[in-house]
């Protein structure tokens, strides 16, 4: 139920249906909006920064799908790509220049990228690389963050950020207790902890995300990438970076093009797949040829470099150039400092970085996911539904990033900091 201000008739009936037959009523937990309180938004269209929903309510959209629409929903160039592939037919099981013009693009942008192998999610692309760090090392434990979210990997579900943070989760019943054991997790931008892990255990790999965003966004403290950087290389493991969020949305290269340090694997996912089911994995030629077939670990695909996704990838990579990222990044400043401005007296934190912003209900900054689940959750919530009641479609979760991207203008912009405004003066 929402507020009475937001017409919701249409998403109620379509909801109800959805409980029927889809397990709460959606097909990927954050989408539920039970952690504002709130039913969720049927979505009829997209266009440009705006969303229409089942009730012909019209939203500035910040969440993008939750980070692929770097442009947007249905930017012509893209929709023109996607069209133009499918007529030519929408899958081979075959090899196409699409995929090596995509693998080209990507190896061009990312430096610590000469290969890659394409998937269909972000969360296979996970699970594949810690296989190949796991083959290459010859070792079988992980170190992750708490409140990083990998995907839904077996071995990497234990003290996630994103859904499993909202719904407050640890970890998931179903996980084998080996593959839970496999995992080690340490707070974030706690060097200490790394330190200590590293020296108890022979790790495969240290994977992280480089700038986390499914806690909201924590940015990595003054070297501490540098420092993981360091130790993996000392204790033998593989550095793991997942840019399935932050690659080629906080730079053209991503995060590791933006702080130069280069990790030896890259897990990449959202953007690179323009809004259709594309992922992937990748790093030195030395390591990345020791998947099949040209090595023997073993990883594969029906739809892995789908044509029409590679080619909505290809369509939203071409439209990247330098003076989009300098946009990007106004755009970003200007939401930040609007929600700081909205935000008057009340105690917030709004953390930003190119393309990403998060407003923790807090009164201190927020640098791990403890601190960002000290968070006032509830008062978060009810600001969101204030939002959504005036025209504004915010992450429904304290515990994710907002997306600003190229289609939002300066009049979406205004909008939603003079709806913030009224939505603080309400909770
Ligand atoms: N890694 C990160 C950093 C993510 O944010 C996500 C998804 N939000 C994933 C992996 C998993 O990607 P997918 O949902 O495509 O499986």
Redesign the pocket.
């Known amino acids: 139920m929402g507020p009475s201000s937001l017409r919701d008739t249409r998403s109620a009936e379509l909801y109800a249906r959805a409980l029927n037959v889809l397990p709460g009523g959606v097909n990927?937990p954050v989408r539920a909006m039970r952690a504002i309180g709130r039913d969720p938004l049927f979505v009829v269209r997209g266009e440009g920064a705006e969303l229409v929903d089942a009730d012909s309510n019209r939203y500035v959209d910040w969440v993008l799908s939750?980070?692929p629409l770097i442009h947007g929903h249905a930017h012509p160039d893209i929709v023109a790509g996607v069209t133009d592939a499918a007529q030519r037919g929408t899958s081979f099981g075959a090899p196409t220049a699409g995929e090596v013009e995509l693998a080209e693009e990507v190896a061009r942008r990312m430096p610590a990228v000469e290969m890659l192998r394409m998937t269909?999610?972000?969360?296979?692309?996970?699970m594949s690389a810690i296989r190949l760090a796991r083959a290459a090392t010859g070792r079988e434990k992980l170190l992750k963050f708490a409140g990083?979210?990998?995907?839904?990997v077996d071995g990497l579900l234990a003290e996630a950020?994103?859904g499993l943070a909202t719904q407050g989760l640890p970890a998931s019943p179903g996980v084998p207790a080996a593959a839970a054991a496999s995992t080690i997790v340490v707070p974030w931008n706690d060097p200490d902890a790394v330190r200590a892990a590293c020296a108890e255990h022979e790790l495969a790999a240290i994977l992280a995300?480089p700038m986390?965003?499914?806690m909201g966004l924590v940015p990595p403290a003054e070297g501490f990438l540098d420092f993981l950087r360091n130790q993996a290389t000392e204790n033998g493991a593989l550095l793991v970076f997942?840019?399935?969020?932050?690659g080629f949305r906080v730079a053209a290269g991503g995060a590791q093009e933006a702080t130069g340090v280069l990790p030896d694997l890259v897990?990449m996912?959202?953007i690179i797949g323009g809004g259709l089911?594309a992922?992937a994995y990748g790093g030195s030629r030395a390591l990345m040829e020791h998947i099949a077939p040209a090595g023997d670990v073993y990883q594969a695909g029906t739809l892995s470099g789908n044509p029409v996704a590679v080619a909505a990838g290809l369509s939203t990579l071409a439209l990247l150039d330098d003076a989009a990222y300098t946009r990007l990044a106004a755009i970003t400043e200007t939401l930040a400092d609007g929600l700081r401005q909205a935000a008057g007296d009340h105690p917030v934190q709004v953390q930003s970085t190119c393309g990403l912003v998060t407003i923790f209900f807090s009164a201190h900054p927020v640098r791990d996911l403890a601190a960002a689940q000290a968070c006032d959750l509830a008062a978060y919530g009810r600001w969101c539904q204030a939002l959504l009641a005036r025209g504004v479609y915010p992450p429904a979760s304290q515990f994710e990033a907002w997306f600003p991207s190229l289609a939002h203008t300066d009049e979406h912009l205004e909008r939603t900091v003079i709806a913030a405004t009224a939505a603080f003066e309400e909770v």
């Not at 269909?120 to 996970?126: R, V, Y």
């Open positions: 990927s939750w980070g269909s999610s972000g969360t296979e692309a996970s990083a979210y990998h995907g839904h950020g994103s995300e986390p965003a499914n997942d840019e399935v969020i932050s897990v996912g959202k089911p992922a």
